[in-house]
T-cell receptor, first 112, second 115 residues
Framework: DAKTTQPNSMESNEEEPVHLPCNHS???????IHWYRQLPSQGPEYVIH???SNVNNRMASLAIAEDRKSSTLILHRATLRDAAVYYC?????????????FGQGTRLTINP | DTAVSQTPKYLVTQMGNDKSIKCEQN?????MYWYKQDSKKFLKIMFS???????INETVPNRFSPKSPDKAHLNLHINSLELGDSAVYFC??????????????FGSGTQLSVL
């Protein structure tokens, strides 16, 4: 079901920016791009979402390519607490209902 | 206050038993969901209710029966438990009907182990 492609894993250092890529070449005009993350032993947590324009919130920034076929989640200054699996999800109309369909995600490791 | 709370957090039971997992949200949301995360960590939607009405029903064995007594509660009852039911079950809620720009709030999960 998932229509996004993410690297299986990434590693970064504490206090450095992290850029998590996501490819979604089959995105349709009405699909929103959502990012969730799942910390160890916890439920998924909403991070950010957008449609066409770049978005910023207190957790992260979302940079969306002009053709919308890819996007990047940016953590401006990673902390150890940002170690999690990050899911890039397209949310659109599937079989008559808008579903949040999770893929494999990117496991982000933060080194002290 | 926990926004979406599930009980129990851990559930260990024998094959063939019937068990229930409860979920409550205090966010005033209209829509609630059940997701299953298997051993390979894939999260899959199972059901969704909006104002106590079933709106999403994935291909789930009919041994799984969700029940929503009111819009703040969505319980999951599982009959005749099988080994393959072992997984982490997550409850979630959202403000309105499932929509392309709605965000979901998840509980911390119930780890079900069937022996």
């Amino acid at each position: 079901d998932a229509k996004t492609t993410q690297p299986n894993s990434m590693e970064s250092n504490e206090e450095e920016p992290v850029h998590l890529p996501c490819n979604h070449s089959t995105i349709s005009g009405t699909d929103y791009i959502h990012w969730y993350r799942q910390l160890p032993s916890q439920g998924p947590e909403y991070v950010i979402h957008g449609l066409t324009s770049n978005v910023n919130n207190r957790m992260a920034s979302l940079a969306i390519a002009e053709d919308r076929k890819s996007s990047t989640l940016i953590l401006h200054r990673a902390t150890l607490r940002d170690a999690a699996v990050y899911y890039c999800i397209l949310r659109g109309l599937i079989q008559g209902a808008q579903k949040l369909v999770f893929g494999q995600g990117t496991r982000l490791t933060i080194n002290p | 206050d926990t926004a979406v709370s599930q009980t129990p957090k851990y559930l260990v039971t024998q094959m063939g038993n019937d068990k229930s997992i409860k979920c409550e949200q205090n966010l005033g949301h209209d829509t609630m969901y059940w997701y299953k995360q298997d051993s390979k960590k894939f999260l899959k939607i199972m059901f969704s209710y909006n104002n106590k009405e079933l709106i999403i029903n994935e291909t789930v064995p009919n041994r799984f029966s969700p029940k929503s007594p009111d819009k703040a509660h969505l319980n999951l009852h599982i009959n005749s438990l099988e080994l393959g039911d072992s997984a982490v079950y997550f409850c979630a809620s959202s403000f309105g009907l499932p929509a392309t720009n709605e965000k979901l709030f998840f509980g911390s999960g119930t780890q079900l182990s069937v022996l």
